[in-house]
C-alpha cells in the first residue's frame, strides 16, 4: 500500500504548521514554499484538513492556519482518513456483500490485516512524526530544498 500524494502532502502540511505556528497563525504562501507546492494545491490540500477539524484558518491581516488541535492529539490515521478514506487494503469495502465471483478467498485475513495497519495509523501522532524528522534543526541552505521530513535521510546525508 503506497499513501496518495495529497496524504503525504497534508502530513507534511501538518508538521510545517505545527512548528512553525508556535509564531502565530502561518500564512498560505509561506506553507506553500515550506513544501514546495503551489498555493492553489495548497488550497485543495487545505480543504479536507479543515474538513476534518485538523486544521483551522483565520481571516484578516495577522491571518493564516493553524492546528486545530495539538500536535499529540492528530493521528497519521485521521490524516489518511481526512484524503483516501481511511486504509483499507481489501478493495471489498464490506466483505459480507461480494459476489461469489468477487470472492478473494480470505476476506478476514484482509480485514484483519486492515484493522492492524489502521492501527498502527492511529497509534502515530503528528507530534512523534516531528520529533522524528528535525529536518528543521538542518542548516537554511538544506531546508529550501528538503523541507520534507520524510525524507531526511536525504538533508542528513547532503
Known amino acids: 500500500m503506497q499513501l496518495s500524494q495529497r496524504t503525504r502532502h497534508g502530513a507534511r502540511l501538518l508538521i510545517n504548521l505545527a512548528?512553525?505556528?508556535?509564531?502565530?497563525?502561518?500564512?498560505?504562501?509561506?506553507?506553500?514554499?515550506?513544501?514546495?507546492?503551489?498555493?492553489?494545491?495548497?488550497?485543495?490540500?487545505?480543504?479536507?484538513?479543515?474538513?476534518?477539524?485538523l486544521i483551522k484558518g483565520l481571516r484578516g491581516?495577522?491571518?493564516?492556519?493553524?492546528?486545530?488541535?495539538?500536535?499529540?492529539?492528530?493521528?497519521?490515521?485521521?490524516?489518511?482518513?481526512?484524503?483516501?478514506?481511511?486504509?483499507?487494503?481489501?478493495?471489498?469495502?464490506?466483505?459480507?456483500?461480494?459476489?461469489?465471483?468477487?470472492?478473494?478467498?480470505?476476506?478476514?485475513?484482509?480485514?484483519?490485516l486492515s484493522n492492524t495497519l489502521q492501527g498502527k495509523l492511529d497509534s502515530i501522532t503528528l507530534g512523534r512524526m516531528m520529533r522524528q524528522g528535525s529536518i528543521f534543526d538542518a542548516p537554511p541552505s538544506l531546508r529550501k530544498t528538503t523541507m520534507d521530513p520524510c525524507r531526511h535521510e536525504t538533508a542528513q546525508a547532503a
Request: with cysteine; charged share 20%.
Open 61 to 112: 491581516p495577522g491571518g493564516g492556519y493553524f492546528l486545530g488541535r495539538s500536535p499529540e492529539d492528530i493521528t497519521l490515521g485521521e490524516i489518511v482518513q481526512a484524503f483516501d478514506g481511511g486504509s483499507r487494503l481489501s478493495c471489498c469495502p464490506d466483505p459480507t456483500t461480494c459476489e461469489p465471483s468477487d470472492f478473494c478467498g480470505c476476506p478476514a485475513i484482509w480485514d484483519d
Open 19 to 53: 512548528h512553525f505556528s508556535q509564531r502565530g497563525p502561518v500564512h498560505s504562501s509561506q506553507l506553500s514554499n515550506s513544501i514546495g507546492i503551489s498555493t492553489k494545491y495548497l488550497e485543495k490540500i487545505i480543504k479536507p484538513l479543515r474538513q476534518a477539524g
